[in-house]
């Protein structure tokens, strides 16, 4: 059966089009700096959002009317699949994620779960081998179920902890199978709720070991995608031990897992930790660790994860120049972490949420890569910075200068000569070519 049976393949027509079904500006074949939209890009649809979210929110019940919702158990994860593989056809996305409770209901034990998953996993299986649509992540839900109150990989009870590694071995078997370029680590309640009962440095320990062994397995059964980390600062748990970009990156740094791991960033998670999205990309790509990103934007007046559609073009042009500046995302992508509001309540609003989605993206990656051809940003840089070319600053690059070096030079320099930083003449300069592109 049809899921969206009023909804055509959606095409790309143009910045002058008024159909709301159609791409105004992601061209998927468009060229650009040597590369077509839709290889830079690498969207992908999340199945949480998409395809089991119900419009629930703290205050009120489920509001989305969803033609698979008249099935329950295994005939609606059945149903999921089915409608899940029309929409990305019809969409055009290139990529899917998913979490293993998203896909198939825990059963009463762990070997009927695992038996629900199989049958669900060969279910996807089959549709991918008529299907262009890819596994761009999976990842095991560790934070929805009861017993993850305390945590998962930093649970305070062993028998957890092994339940968790159980879990995930299974969803790395499962991106065996199914072919999937990376493998994601969220960890909703690895953090703690307060520092009178917690022993931080025993549970990042128990992390750490974790991590290797997951590492250690993925080997073994030659899975050859890319593991990913994904930081939030709080939410659900209070205070979350993959905090931001910085702080994920010391932890492996500290444990010896960095040439393992890269991080996963979603926009959303960057406002709650008090930073904006381009701060948490550069952060991850000046130490290489930039590896897929979650594309969504949230709410400054709400104090909680939205996981809106991300429609600030301003935001998504500095992202996409991080990107490009990154060499791009692959095997990473854009994963729409995101979803339609609780008053887009209809089938279609998936389409048009999306359409929006990816025609932001398109526009902040023409535009950033008009900025790194004409060299806007490169420019600004080498003007700030002119003075550490020569003289005492290309010194003090070159590791020739000291302290004495510098006390002689200062005391014989007795008027700086500041330049304005310009910040609002650079603004408008991004204004002008967000108002240009074409």
């Given amino acids: 059966m049809a899921y969206f049976p009023n909804i055509s393949k959606i095409q790309f027509e143009g910045r002058d089009s008024k159909n709301p079904l159609a791409f105004k500006h992601y061209n998927p074949d468009q060229v650009v700096l040597g590369k077509t939209m839709k290889d830079h890009l690498r969207f992908a649809v999340s199945y949480w959002h998409t395809f089991t979210g119900d419009g629930t929110d703290p205050f009120g019940a489920g509001t989305m009317l969803r033609p698979w919702d008249r099935y329950t158990g295994m005939d609606l994860a059945k149903a999921r699949v089915e409608a899940s593989f029309e929409f990305f056809e019809k969409l055009g996305a290139p990529y899917f994620c998913f979490h293993d409770r998203d896909i198939a209901p825990e059963g009463e034990t762990l070997q009927e779960t695992n038996k629900n998953l199989d049958e669900i996993v060969a279910m996807i299986k089959e549709y991918m081998k008529t299907s262009d649509v890819k596994l761009l992540w999976n990842t095991a839900n560790m934070f929805t179920n009861p017993r993850f109150m305390f945590g998962a990989a930093t649970t305070s009870n062993a028998d957890v902890y092994a339940y968790a590694a159980a879990q995930v071995k299974k969803a790395l078997e499962h991106a065996v199978e199914l072919g999937a370029e990376n493998y994601v680590f969220w960890g909703g309640r690895e953090g703690y709720e307060s520092l009178l009962n917690t022993d931080v ?53 500290k444990y010896g897992l960095q040439d393992h791991f890269k991080l996963n960033l979603e926009a959303n998670h960057a406002t709650l930790a008090g930073h904006t999205f381009e701060h948490e990309l550069r952060i991850a790509r000046i130490n290489g660790m930039l590896g897929s990103i979650d594309a969504n934007q949230g709410d400054l007046l709400l104090g909680w994860d939205t996981d809106e559609f991300p429609t600030d073009l301003y935001s998504v042009t500095l992202a996409m120049y991080e990107i490009l500046e990154n060499g791009g995302l692959a095997p990473g992508g854009v994963n729409f972490d995101a979803k339609v509001r609780r008053t887009s309540f209809e089938p279609e609003d998936l389409f048009y949420a999306h359409i929006a989605g990816m025609d932001s993206f398109a526009i902040g990656l023409k535009v950033a890569a008009k900025l790194i051809e004409d060299k806007v940003i490169d420019n600004i840089l080498e003007e700030r910075y002119a003075t550490f070319k020569t003289g005492i600053g290309a010194d003090i690059v070159a590791g020739k200068a000291n302290f004495k070096t510098l006390e002689e030079y200062a005391l014989k320099n007795n008027k700086i000569e500041l330049k304005s930083g310009r910040i609002e003449n650079i603004r408008n300069i991004l204004n002008q070519y967000l108002l240009s592109v074409e």
Avoid at 214 to 239: C, N, S, W
């Fill in 201 to 253: 440095a025993f549970e990042l320990d128990n992390l750490a070991r974790f991590y290797h062994m997951a590492v250690d397995y993925a080997k073994e059964i030659g899975f050859k995608g890319q593991f990913l980390i994904e930081p939030k600062p709080k939410e659900p748990t209070k205070h979350q031990y993959d905090f931001d970009a910085a702080t994920t990156i010391q932890f492996l740094q």
